[in-house]
C-alpha cells in the first residue's frame, strides 16, 4: 500500500472517530429517519419503500390474472380497487394493459432495481469493505429522496382521469406517444417518465456512490480479490447502471419532446384518429434500441446483485467456501460486458439486418457459459458441505434452481430462428419471469431473511420464513412454468383475453391454473409481509453474527451507531470464505482475524 | 364483501400474532430461543427439498404429457419444420441440462445437510474442473450457435425476385391484404393520399397501382409456392403472428419489412390433420396495441394452387374498386362473371407458360 492510501486511510479511521464521539449529541426524528445520511436507516427506507411498491406490483398482477384465468367474470374486489375501471367488477381492456404495465414497470425499476441495489448495496458496502459509511452521506441521502419522488409520481399516476401509462413496461413508441392510439398515453405516460426520469436520477446518484465507496473506502488488507462476492456484484451492477441508465434517459428525454414538443425522433408517417400527422423521418426501432441497450443491462442490474447475495449465503451456509471465488468475479465481469452487446435479441423481428440478427444471437448465447459456470460452482460449494437450511439458505438454493430452469430457455429465446415463432408469446413470460424476476426476488428475499438480524437486531421467525419459501417457490413454478406451454400453443402476451381466438379454448385450464398459482403465491407474501413487520418490534434478539459468518459486518456491534464499529475498524487479514477450513479451531473464520503461523492462503 | 376481505386480514393477521406468541413462549419453557436453528429444521427442509423435487419433476411429466397435443400443430410452411427441428435439438438438450443440475441440487440437499460431527471439504478451487465446465457448455454453444444461424439465414435470404409479393397492411384493430396483381409490383402508397374508401393510401395515379387488389376478412395463399410478405403500418407498431407457419414481423410506420416462407399444407389438410372441422390459420397481432389488441386478426386460408387462382381471379382490381361506374351496374357484373372464369383460366395457363420459359 502506498504512502498516501495509508495516510487515506489514516484520515478516514480519525474521521470516524470523530463521529462516534459526536454521536452522543440528540439526534431529531428528521435527521434520523427521514433525512438521514446513514447507510444503515436509508437501507431501510429503500427496503420498506420498495416492499410497499412490490405489494402494489402484486395486487396488481392477482388483478389482471383474475381477469386472464376468468376472463368476463366480475369479480367485485375489482370494482373495489379499481373504481370504473372495472364496471360491475370485470376488468375494462384498458386498464387490464395499464396494470400490466406498471406491475412491471414497478417490479423492474423499483422493487428489483431500486429495492435489491439500494437496500443492500446501501446496507453491505460499508459494513463489508470495512468503511464508516458510503463516500458521500449526502448523496446516498438524495439519491433515496429522489427513488421516493419517482415511486409518489409513479403511485400518483395510478389516479389520473385517462389512465395510467398502458403501453407496456417498455412504453415502445408510436403507441406511447399518441394518446389518440390508447388513453394511457395521455397524462398517465407523461406522468411515468418523469417518474422514471427522477428514479435515474435516484440510480445514478446511488451507483456513482457505490462505485466510488468500493474503490476508494476498502480498509487495510482488503484488496479487491479480497472482496465477498457480494460486493463484487454491487460494485458491477453500478457500473452497468452508470453505463446504461443515461441512455434510457435519452431515450425517455426524446419521447418527452416527440410527445410534447413536436419533434419527430420516433415518429413517422403517422394516420391516426382520421388525420395524417405532421411528424416524418423518425424511428420507432431508434427508440427500441436506445431503451434495450439499457434494457438488457438492466436484466443484470436486476441479476447480479441477487447472485451475489446468494454466493455470501450459499457459502456460508453449507459451511464452505465459495467454489471458484475467482471464476465467480470472471463471470461476473463476463456477464456484464456481453450485456452491452446483446440487446438487439429484443429485436429479432423488428426488421433488423439478418447479419445483425446473427450477430447478436452469436454474443446472446455466449452469455450462457458465464452462467453455466455460476450454477457448476454454486452446485459444487453444495457438495460436501454441512448445509444449514436457514430461510436465507432455502432462497440462495431456490435461486439456483430459477436460474437454472429459466437460463436455459434463454438458449431458445436468444436464438434469433427460433425467437420467431415464441417472440412476445407466454413462452417470454415464462422465462423472464423465471430467470430475472423469481431468481431476482429469491436472492432478495434471501438477503433479507440473512442480514435482518444485522438491520434491525432482531431474529425474523424461521418456522414461517419456511412456510414462505415452500409456498412461495410452489407458485412460482405453478405460475409460470405452464405458461412455456402456453407460448408453446401461440398465445402472445398482453392478451386482455384469449376467448376471441377458438384455437385457445383448450388451453383455458391451464390460464385457470396459473391463476390459482397467483394468487396462492400472493398470499404467501402476505406471511412475509407480516414476519417482516412483527420481527421487527416483537422477533427474538440476535446473537452476534448469528450465522457465524466470516465477513466484516458482523464485527460491528449488532447496536446501530454511527460509523458502524465503535473503535478502530478491524483490518482485514484474508479472503471471506474460510469456512470449515482445516487446523482452524472453528468452522468460521472470520476476515479479521490474522493469518496463523504457517497458515497458508488458500484462493 | 369489501368488510369481509378487511375482516380476514385483521383477523389473520391476529391469529398469526398469538400463534407466534404461543411458539416463543413454548420455547422459552424448554428453555431455547425460538428461532434458533436446529438440525432437525435443515433435515426437514432437506427432505422438503426432495419431496419437492420429485413433486417438480413429476409436474413437469405431467405437463408435457397433457398439454402436449394442445400446442401448435407441425409446421406448415418449409422453413418452418428446420425451425422445429432446431427447437427439438435445443428443448432436448436444455432438458436434459435440466435434470441432470436439478439432480445434483436435490441431492446434495438431501445428502449434505447439517449433522453433527460431519466433516466438510474445504475445496476453493480445481482448475480442471472448471476448465471442463467452462469449454464444455463453449463447445455445445458453439454448435448450437452454428445451427442457429444457419437456419436463420435460410429464414432471411431474400425472396427471389418473381415471388408474388402480398402486402400486409395493420392498422388498430386489423388487417388488410394487398396483392401486387398481375405485374407483381405494389403501387405506392402513402399516409398522406387515405382518404375515404382508399384507406391504404394508394397512389391512384401509379400504373403498378392498377391491378393491386386489396383484400380483407381473410386472404388466401397458395400451397407450395414461395409468398413474400411486405408489411405496413398505418398508426403505431404492430407485430403479424402467423404462429402455423412459424412465421412473424413487426409492422412499423413508416418502414417496409418483409417475411418470406412456403406454406405446405392446404387449410383442408391441416383440418383433416389436426382431425378439427373448424382449424384455422390465422393471423394474430402479437405487439400490444391498444383496447382491442387481443382481437386484432385475420383468417389464412392455404388454397391448392387452382383454387388460388380462381379466387384471386374473382377479386377485383384497385382499378376495377376504384371505377365506381362498374359497381352501380350490377347486371353487367353478373353476366361478365360467368365469362370470366373461363376467361381466367386462359389466363393463368398464358401465365404458366411464361414462368417456364
Same mark, same amino acid.
Given at each position: 500500500?502506498?504512502?498516501?492510501?495509508?495516510?487515506?486511510?489514516?484520515?478516514?479511521?480519525?474521521?470516524?472517530?470523530?463521529?462516534?464521539?459526536?454521536?452522543?449529541?440528540?439526534?431529531?426524528?428528521?435527521?434520523?429517519?427521514?433525512?438521514?445520511?446513514?447507510?444503515?436507516?436509508?437501507?431501510?427506507?429503500?427496503?420498506?419503500?420498495?416492499?410497499?411498491?412490490?405489494?402494489?406490483?402484486?395486487?396488481?398482477?392477482?388483478?389482471?390474472?383474475?381477469?386472464?384465468?376468468?376472463?368476463?367474470?366480475?369479480?367485485?374486489?375489482?370494482?373495489?380497487?379499481?373504481?370504473?375501471?372495472?364496471?360491475?367488477?370485470?376488468?375494462?381492456?384498458?386498464?387490464?394493459?395499464?396494470?400490466?404495465?406498471?406491475?412491471?414497470?414497478?417490479?423492474?425499476?423499483?422493487?428489483?432495481?431500486?429495492?435489491?441495489?439500494?437496500?443492500?448495496?446501501?446496507?453491505?458496502?460499508?459494513?463489508?469493505?470495512?468503511?464508516?459509511?458510503?463516500?458521500?452521506?449526502?448523496?446516498?441521502?438524495?439519491?433515496?429522496?429522489?427513488?421516493?419522488?419517482?415511486?409518489?409520481?409513479?403511485?400518483?399516476?395510478?389516479?389520473?382521469?385517462?389512465?395510467?401509462?398502458?403501453?407496456?413496461?417498455?412504453?415502445?413508441?408510436?403507441?406511447?406517444?399518441?394518446?389518440?392510439?390508447?388513453?394511457?398515453?395521455?397524462?398517465?405516460?407523461?406522468?411515468?417518465?418523469?417518474?422514471?426520469?427522477?428514479?435515474?436520477?435516484?440510480?445514478? /446518484?446511488?451507483?456513482?456512490?457505490?462505485?466510488?465507496?468500493?474503490?476508494?473506502?476498502?480498509?487495510?488488507?482488503?484488496?479487491?480479490?479480497?472482496?465477498?462476492?457480494?460486493?463484487?456484484?454491487?460494485?458491477?451492477?453500478?457500473?452497468?447502471?452508470?453505463?446504461?441508465?443515461?441512455?434510457?434517459?435519452?431515450?425517455?428525454?426524446?419521447?418527452?419532446?416527440? &410527445?410534447?414538443?413536436?419533434?419527430?425522433?420516433?415518429?413517422?408517417?403517422?394516420?391516426?384518429?382520421?388525420?395524417?400527422?405532421?411528424?416524418?423521418?423518425?424511428?420507432?426501432?431508434?427508440?427500441?434500441?436506445?431503451?434495450?441497450?439499457?434494457?438488457?443491462?438492466?436484466?443484470?442490474?436486476? /441479476?447480479?446483485?441477487?447472485?451475489?447475495?446468494?454466493?455470501?449465503?450459499?457459502?456460508?451456509?453449507?459451511?464452505?467456501?465459495?467454489?471458484?471465488?475467482?471464476?465467480?468475479?470472471?463471470?461476473?465481469?463476463?456477464?456484464?460486458?456481453?450485456?452491452?452487446?446483446?440487446?438487439?435479441?429484443?429485436?429479432?423481428?423488428?426488421?433488423?439486418?439478418?447479419?445483425?440478427?446473427?450477430?447478436?444471437?452469436?454474443?446472446?448465447?455466449?452469455?450462457?457459459?458465464?452462467?453455466?459456470?455460476?450454477?457448476?460452482?454454486?452446485?459444487?460449494?453444495?457438495?460436501?458441505?454441512?448445509?444449514?437450511?436457514?430461510?436465507?439458505?432455502?432462497?440462495?438454493?431456490?435461486?439456483?434452481?430459477?436460474?437454472?430452469?429459466?437460463?436455459?430457455?434463454?438458449?431458445? /429465446?436468444?436464438?434469433?430462428?427460433?425467437?420467431?415463432?415464441?417472440?412476445?408469446?407466454?413462452?417470454?413470460?415464462?422465462?423472464?419471469?423465471?430467470?430475472?424476476?423469481?431468481?431476482?426476488?429469491?436472492?432478495?428475499?434471501?438477503?433479507?431473511?440473512?442480514?435482518?438480524? &444485522?438491520?434491525?437486531?432482531?431474529?425474523?421467525?424461521?418456522?414461517?420464513?419456511?412456510?414462505?419459501?415452500?409456498?412461495?417457490?410452489?407458485?412460482?413454478?405453478?405460475?409460470?412454468?405452464?405458461?412455456?406451454?402456453?407460448?408453446?400453443?401461440?398465445?402472445?402476451?398482453?392478451?386482455?383475453?384469449?376467448?376471441?381466438?377458438?384455437?385457445?379454448?383448450?388451453?383455458?385450464?391451464?390460464?385457470?391454473?396459473?391463476?390459482?398459482?397467483?394468487?396462492?403465491?400472493?398470499?404467501?407474501?402476505?406471511?412475509?409481509?407480516?414476519?417482516?413487520?412483527?420481527?421487527?418490534?416483537?422477533?427474538?434478539?440476535?446473537?452476534?453474527?448469528?450465522?457465524?459468518?466470516?465477513?466484516?459486518?458482523?464485527?460491528?456491534?449488532?447496536?446501530?451507531?454511527?460509523?458502524?464499529?465503535?473503535?478502530?475498524?478491524?483490518?482485514?487479514? &484474508?479472503?471471506?470464505?474460510?469456512?470449515?477450513?482445516?487446523?482452524?479451531?472453528?468452522?468460521?473464520?472470520?476476515?479479521?482475524?490474522?493469518?496463523?503461523?504457517?497458515?497458508?492462503?488458500?484462493? | 364483501?369489501?368488510?369481509?376481505?378487511?375482516?380476514?386480514?385483521?383477523?389473520?393477521?391476529?391469529?398469526?400474532?398469538?400463534?407466534?406468541?404461543?411458539?416463543?413462549?413454548?420455547?422459552?419453557?424448554?428453555?431455547?430461543?425460538?428461532?434458533?436453528?436446529?438440525? #432437525?429444521? #435443515?433435515?426437514?427442509?432437506?427432505?422438503?427439498?426432495?419431496?419437492?423435487?420429485?413433486?417438480?419433476?413429476?409436474?413437469?411429466?405431467?405437463?408435457?404429457?397433457?398439454?402436449?397435443?394442445?400446442?401448435?400443430?407441425?409446421?406448415?410452411?418449409?422453413?418452418?419444420?428446420?425451425?422445429?427441428?432446431?427447437?427439438?435439438?435445443?428443448?432436448?438438450?436444455?432438458?436434459?441440462?435440466?435434470?441432470?443440475?436439478?439432480?445434483?441440487?436435490?441431492?446434495?440437499?438431501?445428502?449434505?445437510?447439517?449433522?453433527?460431527?460431519?466433516?466438510?471439504?474445504?475445496?476453493?478451487?480445481?482448475?480442471?474442473?472448471?476448465?471442463?465446465?467452462?469449454?464444455?457448455?463453449?463447445?455445445?454453444?458453439?454448435?448450437?450457435?452454428?445451427?442457429?444461424?444457419?437456419?436463420?439465414?435460410?429464414?432471411?435470404?431474400?425472396?427471389?425476385?418473381?415471388?408474388?409479393?402480398?402486402?400486409?397492411?395493420?392498422?388498430?384493430?386489423?388487417?388488410?391484404?394487398?396483392?401486387?396483381?398481375?405485374?407483381?409490383?405494389?403501387?405506392?402508397?402513402?399516409?398522406?393520399?387515405?382518404? *375515404?374508401?382508399?384507406?391504404?393510401?394508394?397512389?391512384?395515379?401509379?400504373?403498378?397501382?392498377?391491378?393491386?387488389?386489396?383484400?380483407? *376478412?381473410?386472404?388466401?395463399?397458395?400451397?407450395?409456392?414461395?409468398?413474400?410478405?411486405?408489411?405496413?403500418?398505418?398508426?403505431?407498431?404492430?407485430?403479424?403472428?402467423?404462429?402455423?407457419?412459424?412465421?412473424?414481423?413487426?409492422?412499423?410506420?413508416?418502414?417496409?419489412?418483409?417475411?418470406?416462407?412456403?406454406?405446405?399444407?392446404?387449410?383442408?389438410?391441416?383440418?383433416?390433420?389436426?382431425?378439427?372441422?373448424?382449424?384455422?390459420?390465422?393471423?394474430?397481432?402479437?405487439?400490444?396495441?391498444?383496447? #382491442?389488441?387481443?382481437?386484432?386478426?385475420?383468417?389464412?386460408?392455404?388454397?391448392?394452387?387452382?383454387?388460388?387462382?380462381?379466387?384471386?381471379?374473382?377479386?377485383?382490381?384497385?382499378?376495377?374498386?376504384?371505377?365506381?361506374?362498374?359497381?352501380?351496374?350490377?347486371?353487367?357484373?353478373?353476366?361478365?362473371? *360467368?365469362?370470366?372464369?373461363?376467361?381466367?383460366?386462359?389466363?393463368?395457363?398464358?401465365?404458366?407458360?411464361?414462368?417456364?420459359?
Amino acid at each position: 500500500m502506498s504512502h498516501a492510501e495509508t495516510l487515506e486511510h489514516e484520515h478516514h479511521d480519525d474521521h470516524g472517530h470523530d463521529h462516534f464521539h459526536d454521536d452522543h449529541h440528540k439526534e431529531s426524528f428528521i435527521s434520523k429517519y427521514v433525512f438521514t445520511h446513514d447507510h444503515k436507516m436509508i437501507s431501510k427506507q429503500f427496503l420498506i419503500t420498495a416492499m410497499v411498491m412490490g405489494v402494489v406490483a402484486m395486487l396488481m398482477s392477482t388483478f389482471f390474472r383474475l381477469q386472464l384465468g376468468w376472463p368476463g367474470k366480475a369479480f367485485p374486489i375489482l370494482e373495489t380497487f379499481l373504481g370504473k375501471w372495472a364496471p360491475g367488477g370485470v376488468l375494462s381492456p384498458d386498464m387490464y394493459l395499464a396494470l400490466v404495465t406498471i406491475h412491471g414497470t414497478i417490479m423492474v425499476f423499483f422493487v428489483l432495481t431500486g429495492g435489491l441495489s439500494g437496500t443492500f448495496s446501501n446496507l453491505l458496502i460499508p459494513y463489508q469493505i470495512g468503511a464508516r459509511d458510503m463516500a458521500s452521506g449526502f448523496m446516498n441521502m438524495l439519491s433515496y429522496w429522489f427513488f421516493f419522488a419517482s415511486c409518489f409520481v409513479m403511485m400518483i399516476s395510478l389516479y389520473v382521469e385517462s389512465g395510467p401509462a398502458s403501453a407496456g413496461w417498455t412504453v415502445y413508441p408510436p403507441l406511447s406517444a399518441l394518446p389518440q392510439a390508447i388513453p394511457g398515453s395521455g397524462l398517465g405516460m407523461t406522468l411515468w417518465l418523469v417518474s422514471m426520469s427522477l428514479f435515474i436520477v435516484s440510480s445514478l /446518484l446511488g451507483s456513482l456512490n457505490y462505485i466510488v465507496t468500493v474503490v476508494n473506502l476498502r480498509i487495510k488488507g482488503m484488496s479487491m480479490t479480497r472482496l465477498p462476492l457480494t460486493i463484487w456484484a454491487f460494485l458491477v451492477t453500478a457500473i452497468l447502471g452508470v453505463l446504461s441508465f443515461p441512455v434510457l434517459f435519452a431515450a425517455a428525454l426524446l419521447l418527452i419532446f416527440d &410527445r410534447s414538443f413536436g419533434t419527430s425522433f420516433y415518429l413517422s408517417d403517422i394516420y391516426i384518429s382520421g388525420h395524417a400527422l405532421e411528424h416524418t423521418g423518425g424511428s420507432p426501432i431508434l427508440f427500441q434500441h436506445l431503451f434495450w441497450f439499457l434494457g438488457h443491462p438492466e436484466v443484470y442490474i436486476v /441479476l447480479l446483485p441477487a447472485l451475489g447475495l446468494t454466493s455470501e449465503v450459499i457459502s456460508t451456509n453449507a459451511r464452505k467456501p465459495i467454489f471458484g471465488y475467482k471464476a465467480m468475479i470472471g463471470s461476473i465481469l463476463v456477464i456484464a460486458f456481453l450485456s452491452f452487446i446483446v440487446w438487439g435479441h429484443h429485436m429479432f423481428i423488428t426488421g433488423m439486418n439478418p447479419f445483425l440478427g446473427s450477430v447478436f444471437t452469436f454474443t446472446t448465447l455466449l452469455v450462457a457459459i458465464p452462467s453455466a459456470v455460476k450454477v457448476f460452482n454454486y452446485l459444487t460449494t453444495l457438495w460436501k458441505g454441512n448445509i444449514h437450511f436457514t430461510p436465507a439458505m432455502l432462497f440462495a438454493t431456490g435461486l439456483v434452481s430459477t436460474f437454472i430452469t429459466g437460463g436455459l430457455t434463454g438458449i431458445i /429465446l436468444g436464438d434469433s430462428a427460433l425467437d420467431i415463432n415464441v417472440h412476445d408469446t407466454y413462452f417470454v413470460v415464462a422465462h423472464f419471469h423465471i430467470v430475472m424476476g423469481a431468481s431476482a426476488i429469491f436472492g432478495m428475499f434471501a438477503g433479507v431473511y440473512h442480514w435482518f438480524p &444485522r438491520m434491525y437486531g432482531r431474529m425474523m421467525n424461521k418456522q414461517l420464513g419456511f412456510v414462505h419459501f415452500w409456498a412461495t417457490i410452489v407458485s412460482v413454478y405453478g405460475v409460470f412454468f405452464p405458461m412455456h406451454f402456453l407460448g408453446l400453443a401461440g398465445v402472445p402476451r398482453r392478451y386482455y383475453a384469449n376467448t376471441e381466438f377458438p384455437l385457445f379454448d383448450s388451453l383455458q385450464d391451464i390460464n385457470v391454473m396459473v391463476s390459482t398459482f397467483a394468487i396462492l403465491g400472493a398470499l404467501a407474501q402476505g406471511i412475509f409481509l407480516f414476519n417482516f413487520f412483527y420481527s421487527i418490534f416483537r422477533g427474538s434478539k440476535s446473537v452476534d453474527n448469528p450465522w457465524r459468518s466470516n465477513t466484516l459486518e458482523w464485527t460491528a456491534p449488532m447496536e446501530h451507531i454511527h460509523g458502524n464499529w465503535p473503535g478502530a475498524i478491524p483490518e482485514v487479514h &484474508r479472503w471471506p470464505y474460510d469456512y470449515g477450513k482445516p487446523g482452524m479451531d472453528e468452522d468460521f473464520v472470520p476476515q479479521s482475524m490474522p493469518m496463523k503461523p504457517g497458515e497458508v492462503e488458500i484462493h | 364483501m369489501n368488510w369481509l376481505l378487511i375482516l380476514t386480514i385483521i383477523l389473520g393477521v391476529a391469529a398469526l400474532s398469538r400463534l407466534l406468541k404461543v411458539m416463543e413462549l413454548s420455547a422459552i419453557l424448554r428453555g431455547e430461543d425460538v428461532n434458533a436453528m436446529k438440525d #432437525s429444521d #435443515s433435515k426437514n427442509n432437506a427432505l422438503i427439498w426432495v419431496l419437492f423435487g420429485g413433486a417438480f419433476f413429476y409436474f413437469f411429466y405431467w405437463q408435457v404429457k397433457n398439454y402436449a397435443d394442445k400446442l401448435l400443430p407441425i409446421s406448415a410452411s418449409e422453413h418452418g419444420v428446420e425451425t422445429d427441428n432446431l427447437f427439438m435439438v435445443t428443448l432436448v438438450l436444455i432438458t436434459v441440462v435440466f435434470f441432470i443440475t436439478h439432480v445434483f441440487l436435490f441431492y446434495f440437499a438431501y445428502k449434505y445437510f447439517v449433522k453433527k460431527g460431519q466433516k466438510t471439504e474445504f475445496f476453493a478451487h480445481s482448475t480442471k474442473l472448471e476448465l471442463v465446465w467452462t469449454v464444455v457448455p463453449t463447445i455445445v454453444l458453439t454448435s448450437l450457435i452454428v445451427y442457429g444461424i444457419q437456419t436463420w439465414n435460410t429464414i432471411t435470404t431474400p425472396a427471389p425476385e418473381d415471388t408474388p409479393v402480398i402486402e400486409l397492411y395493420a392498422k388498430q384493430f386489423d388487417w388488410t391484404a394487398r396483392y401486387a396483381g398481375k405485374d407483381n409490383k405494389l403501387g405506392n402508397s402513402s399516409f398522406r393520399l387515405i382518404e *375515404g374508401s382508399n384507406d391504404l393510401g394508394i397512389d391512384v395515379n401509379d400504373p403498378h397501382a392498377a391491378d393491386d387488389k386489396i383484400v380483407r *376478412g381473410e386472404f388466401h395463399i397458395p400451397v407450395g409456392k414461395p409468398v413474400n410478405f411486405v408489411f405496413h403500418s398505418r398508426d403505431i407498431i404492430h407485430s403479424a403472428y402467423m404462429p402455423h407457419f412459424r412465421a412473424q414481423m413487426n409492422c412499423v410506420p413508416g418502414m417496409t419489412t418483409r417475411f418470406h416462407f412456403v406454406p405446405t399444407i392446404t387449410t383442408a389438410e391441416m383440418k383433416e390433420k389436426t382431425k378439427n372441422e373448424n382449424f384455422d390459420y390465422l393471423l394474430l397481432c402479437n405487439k400490444i396495441c391498444g383496447a #382491442s389488441h387481443y382481437n386484432m386478426q385475420i383468417k389464412i386460408v392455404v388454397d391448392t394452387p387452382e383454387e388460388y387462382e380462381k379466387w384471386l381471379n374473382d377479386k377485383k382490381t384497385f382499378a376495377e374498386q376504384n371505377a365506381p361506374k362498374v359497381e352501380e351496374a350490377p347486371k353487367l357484373d353478373s353476366l361478365v362473371m *360467368g365469362l370470366d372464369s373461363t376467361l381466367n383460366k386462359t389466363d393463368s395457363l398464358a401465365t404458366a407458360s411464361v414462368t417456364k420459359k
